[in-house]
C-alpha cells in the first residue's frame, strides 16, 4: 500500500520561474491538503481539496499561488514567479473523509523547493 | 478560530527520564486532537489521537497522551525516554464546531534526548 507520494522531493528554481510540486494521495482518498513549513518553523496550513474542488483555501496566499485536484491525477499545487520567501518545504497529506471524520491525515515526504 | 500553543521551542531530557511535551489548544466546539512526530528531512509521521472517551489515550512507540477540558490541553509523555525519540514533534486539533476539516498545527517542539 503506496502512502502519499510528493515529487519531485526537491525543487531548485530561479526567481521569476514556476514551480510545480504534485502529490497523489493514499489510494482511495479523496481529500488533500497542503502545508508549507518554512526552516525551523511549524506547519502552516495553505489549501484543502477533495476532488475538483477547492474547499478552503484561506491559508494561501493571494498572489502566484494556486491549487488543484483533478477528476484524474495527482493534486498540483504551482507557484507561479517564486521568489526567494518562497522557499520552503511544501508537504501534501490525505485522508479518506472530510467533515465529521475522526481519522488522522498521513502525510507525504514533502517537497523542499529552493529559489535561487 | 481554533488554535494550538507549544509554549516549549525544546525540551531537553536524559534517556530513562520521564519526558512531557505540552500543548494547549483553543476551539469552539469539541476538538479533535492528535500529535505528530517528524524526523529529520522527512514528512510527519501519526503518533496518536483523542476523540472521545477515557482522557488518557496511548499510541505508537510508547507514548501517550492525556486529555484536559478545563486546561485545554493535551500533553504528550513518556514514562522512559529513548535517544531515538528525538525529533520534532507537532500538537494539532480539528474544530468539530466548525466542521473540523481543517487540521491546526502548533509551531512544533524540539526533544533532545541524551545518552
Known amino acids: 500500500n503506496a502512502g502519499v507520494m510528493q515529487n519531485p522531493r526537491h525543487l531548485v528554481r530561479r526567481r521569476g520561474q514556476e514551480a510545480r510540486l504534485r502529490c497523489s494521495p493514499v489510494k482511495g482518498h479523496s481529500h488533500v491538503y497542503w502545508y508549507r513549513q518554512l526552516p525551523e518553523e511549524g506547519l502552516k496550513f495553505m489549501v484543502y481539496l477533495q476532488k475538483e474542488n477547492i474547499i478552503d483555501e484561506s491559508g494561501m496566499p493571494k498572489e502566484r499561488f494556486s491549487a488543484e485536484f483533478p477528476k484524474e491525477g495527482p493534486s498540483i499545487l504551482r507557484i507561479q514567479q517564486v521568489v526567494r520567501g518562497d522557499s520552503a518545504a511544501y508537504f501534501c497529506?490525505?485522508?479518506?473523509?472530510?467533515?465529521?471524520?475522526?481519522?488522522?491525515?498521513?502525510f507525504g515526504q514533502g517537497t523542499r523547493l529552493t529559489v535561487v | 478560530a481554533q488554535s494550538v500553543a507549544q509554549p516549549e521551542d525544546q525540551v531537553n531530557v536524559a534517556e530513562g527520564n520521564p519526558l512531557t511535551v505540552k500543548c494547549t489548544y483553543s476551539v469552539s466546539g469539541n476538538p479533535y486532537l492528535f500529535w505528530y512526530v517528524q524526523y529529520p528531512n522527512r514528512g510527519l509521521q501519526f503518533l496518536l489521537k483523542y476523540i472521545t472517551g477515557d482522557n488518557l489515550v496511548k499510541g505508537s512507540y510508547g507514548f501517550e497522551a492525556e486529555f484536559n477540558k478545563s486546561q485545554t490541553s493535551f500533553h504528550l509523555k513518556k514514562p522512559s525516554a529513548l535517544v531515538s525519540d528525538s525529533a520534532l514533534y507537532f500538537c494539532?486539533?480539528?474544530?468539530?464546531?466548525?466542521?473540523?476539516?481543517?487540521?491546526?498545527f502548533g509551531a512544533g517542539t524540539r526533544l533532545f534526548v541524551k545518552a
Open positions: 494539532a486539533v480539528r474544530d468539530m464546531g466548525t466542521g473540523g476539516f481543517k487540521t491546526i
Open positions: 497529506a490525505s485522508s479518506p473523509y472530510g467533515t465529521g471524520n475522526n481519522t488522522e491525515a498521513f
